[in-house]
């Protein structure tokens, strides 16, 4: 519900723009905020209902692929699909559409091997989602926008919705650390039996990334994107 109400706020931002509506522009760009802080609420019920020794050492397992995975290192063969193994990611929220779609809405842009991941996750979206967000990457650009019409109001409405992702972004890497990391280190020092898939999950993400690496560039990428305004001069004021 969370995603489908910032993704209308989506399409209303890129409408919007088209016609030069400021209004409209800085209503959709609210619900896009709102959509995030509620995704940030909702991700927060996890601490009272998942324990992150259960979510790493059973959970996770059941999750991970068999791509960048040392204990399938050719992949899977489907017996009667291929004949050849098959190297699939595991499931990641990297391969959900809503925010690869904000990040385009926002003109976030992750280069190098971020982006790369992040792209190549595109392939396990359904081919829909996966055009709205090529769709959104290729309209007249939000941010250039702002800057060039100078709204203090505009250029604010942007920033909340920038700093909403950073915030959700910073929350989840601190939600990885509990659920991943911690746990990981902790199993390595008990000398937990766990091979292959296990021991690579530590630092690996399902979705076969070096997940806090990955993680903190997206995050920090994300933080550059806001627009410092310029400081008003006192012949302004
Ligand atoms: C304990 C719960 C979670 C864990 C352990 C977790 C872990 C990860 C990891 C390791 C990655 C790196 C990509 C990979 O290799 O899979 C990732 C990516 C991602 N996760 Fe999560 N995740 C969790 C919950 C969530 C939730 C609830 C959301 C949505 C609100 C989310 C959204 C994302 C997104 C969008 C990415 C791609 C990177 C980005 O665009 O910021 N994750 N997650």
Known sequence: MA?????????????????????????????????????????????NHVEPNAFHGTFRIFVSGWRDNPMLPRGLLYEGVSNEPILLSGGSAAQSSAIQCFDALLCIQHEGETGAFLTRMRDYMPPAHRHLIETLSVCPSLRDFITTCSSSDLCQGYNSCVSALVDLRSYHLNTVAKYVIVPGNRARSMGCPLRGVGTALNTTGTGGSNLMVFLKSVRNTTQKALILERPTTSRET
């Open 3 to 47: 995603a489908s109400s910032g993704l209308k706020g989506a399409l209303e931002v890129m409408h919007a723009i088209k016609i030069s509506d400021l209004i409209g522009i800085q209503k959709g760009l609210i619900k896009v905020t709102q959509s995030l802080k509620k995704m940030k609420e909702t991700f927060q019920l996890i601490h």
